[in-house]
């Protein structure tokens, strides 16, 4: 019966008697992230190992709590993979404080029912292997989806749901809830998600004369400023400086928690400075003197791009559109970037799509030149 680490580096079990990995010579004694374990004998006199995790008291109460059980005849046994089911699991990561917090506790609330539903509300995380997702997957991919019309869940959409039910059981292994994570190694599946969909102005002019009068000026700003419809849906007047040309979004209002700038475009100035303020409520978008409903708003939309037949062309594809015409007017990257609150550049791009006019005005170097440049390149060999 002993008390075991676990080296950071190579995963070899050592005594803590031990200064350094007898496997890779790493240094133990001041390391950090180790792992502890405990050794001991079960009534068959089986050596059994059981994972603890990066407290050492931790692991010292449980090996006495397992030295007094024997001294009193009886045997403990605990996995703690098995103290939780899936549905149970899911109960408890929903219930956690920051969780609830999120803008997206709702999101990952129907994500993580999906999974608790495919999967088996009562198979126990002990039970749990990566052949109960790959299950999942297939399944959920053949339901129907109820944001698009005649066309399955998509394949980014159970990408999604995955990441939620490993960051779930991640936070439930780093609260010591259970011991590992079955679906660590879990790879998500090749979406291919990227919009193919470019909106002329031409196009744009003929959508926005179809949409009724309280929808115009939304699309308007939509189609020149890289915002999401929540941003637009909820703008109040007193994150608008007309002056200075700018609007100011808070980290509550953005979908990554934080705050950006963003350059009124002329033409949504225009809007603006046309749009009545409201006597009671301090929204910019009002219909009938009150917030304008995002549902009924998703619906008159819808029956525009129709009217349009403009086909699969969504209300966050105008963002695309405002990125992208940004790119094209010749803004930097990272301008562009800070007003549109990507991170990465990975996602960036998948907002931006090079035309075949864009390819058509390809420059190539003038032959001249590489004439020059070649011979160039042969007086400095000859000088060598």
């Not at 103290?83 to 929903?94: P, R």
């Not at 020149?224 to 703008?235: K, T, V």
């Not at 007193?238 to 980290?251: E, H």
Request: aromatic content about 6%; proline content about 3%; glycine content about 4%.
């Amino acid at each position: 019966m002993a008390l075991i680490v676990e080296c950071p580096k190579c995963k070899r079990k050592n005594s803590l008697k031990n200064d350094k990995c007898g496997k890779c010579d790493f240094q133990l004694k001041k390391a950090s992230g180790k792992v502890y374990w405990i050794m001991f004998r079960d009534p068959s006199k089986k050596r059994k190992y059981e994972r603890i995790g990066p407290s050492k008291q931790a692991a010292e109460n449980r090996l006495g709590e397992i030295k007094k059980a024997i001294a009193e005849d009886r045997y403990i046994d605990k996995n703690l993979n098995t103290k939780h089911s899936v549905g149970g699991l899911v109960k408890w990561y929903l219930e956690l404080t920051d969780i609830k917090a999120k803008k997206t506790y709702q999101r990952i609330a129907q994500a993580l029912t999906n999974v608790e539903r495919l999967v088996g509300s009562d198979v126990l995380i002990s039970q749990l292997k990566p052949s109960h997702l790959e299950k999942y997957k297939k399944t959920r991919l053949k339901e129907p989806s109820k944001a698009r019309k005649e066309q399955n869940i998509a394949v980014d959409t159970v990408n999604k749901e995955v990441g939620f039910a490993k960051t779930m059981l991640n936070r439930a292994v780093l609260e010591s809830e259970i011991e590992t994570s079955p679906f660590r190694n879990v790879k998500t599946l090749t979406a291919n998600n990227i919009r193919e969909r470019v909106l002329t102005l031409k196009e744009y002019k003929t959508l926005l004369s179809k949409c009724p009068g309280y929808l115009q000026p939304i699309v308007t700003m939509a189609y020149y400023l890289p915002m999401r419809q929540a941003e637009i849906l909820n703008l109040t007047w007193n994150k608008i400086d007309l002056k200075r040309g700018l609007i100011s979004l808070s980290a509550s209002m953005t979908k990554t928690e934080q705050a950006r700038n963003l350059k009124i475009h002329p033409r949504v100035a225009e809007v603006l400075n046309g749009i009545p303020r409201g006597i009671r409520l301090r929204n910019v978008f009002l219909m009938d003197g009150e917030p304008v409903p995002r549902r009924k708003m998703q619906r008159d939309y819808k029956k525009a791009i129709e009217a349009t037949e403009l086909g699969d062309f969504t209300f966050h594809d105008l963002r695309h559109a405002a990125i992208n015409n940004m790119r094209l007017a010749g803004n930097d990257y990272f301008v562009i970037m800070a007003q549109s609150g990507h991170k990465t550049m990975s996602v960036f791009k998948r907002y931006n799509l090079v035309s075949e006019t864009e390819l058509e005005s390809t420059k190539w170097l003038d032959e001249t030149e590489e004439k020059s440049a070649d011979v160039d390149q042969c007086v400095d060999q000859i000088g060598k």
